[in-house]
């Protein structure tokens, strides 16, 4: 029996940390890695709750408990398996969930001792395991003969390739890009997620039996009828791509920019991809961030690596409000970064075509809305301008549904967000063609990697009982 007052001697402990200086001259991660004497402390200072508040917050629900007690005890592969069962993807979400907002927000150690630090030890188990030569072992697993395409290699579809291929189905993944992962490849700065760790998930989903068909674009080069004529089921995972830009006046100026072209642009020129549009560069400019949330985040700390002469960043509502993770948030600010908070923007400014900078106005949180956050509203009187050379807009993304949806009588709410059948029914995210299921934010709206992840594994239990398997 472990020490249970170790929390009470072992303190709350990250990984090491690149210094500020250091970390923004380039884009590796910025977080290394425990050793395995640290990993067991920190693992150790779990308290085991009889109900572990940490273990529900988990959108995957992971076994967070037991994996922590067997790392503890040294036994990595055991600890690897395990978290494996709940979430396919556990390196990758171990350095970009918002654990503070999940996991570790849930701890009962955070209030007074720190919670364990459970997103670095999730981290630690694969990426560990890993190197110590751990694979899935499917040897047992007997193949049902269905085949099931999947369309769309983000989080979603990954997680979904991974449990049909652990029920005997095999999946073969489509997706117009020239790499895995979606978003985790193209739109996640490698400061947060290199791009090896994806690299690696692929050789371990391809041992698995995966197959990838990349640079495929379904509606151009492939029709979805010929998926449907030659497989057993398909699902959608295709994310959401179509970005809202508060339809504020001044948009068309140069130098104003949608986030996700932003952050794609930046990857290809890091990993020297080709990449058909044309590089967004901002040294040297003053750029102002609109958005709050974990994509502004990412859009203001890479802003910082390119060099620009000030960063800042306006959200609507005060801190406390932020959607974005709050280690992002810390992170910004050390790295440089100016927030403003309360601060809604009116127009963008120019002159001969050019951004000059931002009209705003001060806000105050009002009533909450239908979903109970507070609304906020603006304070007559209070309007300013902010100076700017760059614009960059991160206030979220929707679903852009294919015109092919429409023939195959996939139904979709006002939004575009595709309409499945509820968790709790038999065929849970099955669409309204019987054939197709899907999941992920083309179904939830722009949220977290893990609830796509979530998402794409229950789609995929059920595509095995639509099957038989």
Known sequence: MGDPLKFLKVQRQMPRELPVPVRILGYGEIYGQFDADSAADQSARCLDC?????EWKCPVHNYIPNWLKLVEEGRIIEAAELAHETNPLPEICGRVCPQDRLCEGACTLNEGFGAV????????????????????????????GKRVAIIGAGPAGLAAADALVRRGIDAIVFDRQREIGGLLTFGIPP??????VIERRRQLLEGMGVEFRLGVEIGRDLSIDD???????????????????GGLPGLGLTGVHAALRYLVANVHRVMEWSDDGAPIDVKGQKVVVLGGGDTGMDCVRTAIRQGAAEVHCLYRRDEANMPGSRREVKNAKDEGVHFRFNCQPLEILGE????????????????????????????????AIIEADAIILAFGFQP?????????????????????????????????HAKIFAGGDMV??????????????????SIARYLGG
């Open 117 to 144: 630090t459970i997103g670095s030890i999730e981290k630690y188990i694969t990426d560990e395991a890993i190197r110590l030569g751990w694979k899935p072992n499917l040897s047992a697993v007997r193949r049902i």
């Open 191 to 196: 400061f947060k997620l290199e791009k090896i």
């Open 400 to 432: 852009d549904p294919p015109e092919w949806f429409t023939p195959l009588g996939v139904d979709l709410h006002q939004n575009g967000r595709v309409i499945v059948t509820p968790e709790q029914a038999p065929l849970a995210f099955q669409t309204t």
């Open 50 to 54: 009889g109900n572990p508040y940490c």
């Open 444 to 461: 939830r709206g722009a949220d977290l990697v893990v609830t796509a992840v979530y998402e794409g594994r229950e789609a995929a239990k």
């Open 352 to 383: 001969a075509g050019q951004v000059t900078g931002v009209r705003v106005i001060e806000t105050r949180l009002g009533p909450p809305d239908a979903k109970g956050r507070r609304y906020p509203e603006n304070v007559p009187g209070s309007e």
């Open 227 to 245: 998926l449907l004529g030659e497989y057993d089921a398909v699902f959608l995972g295709m994310g959401t791509y179509r970005a809202l830009d």
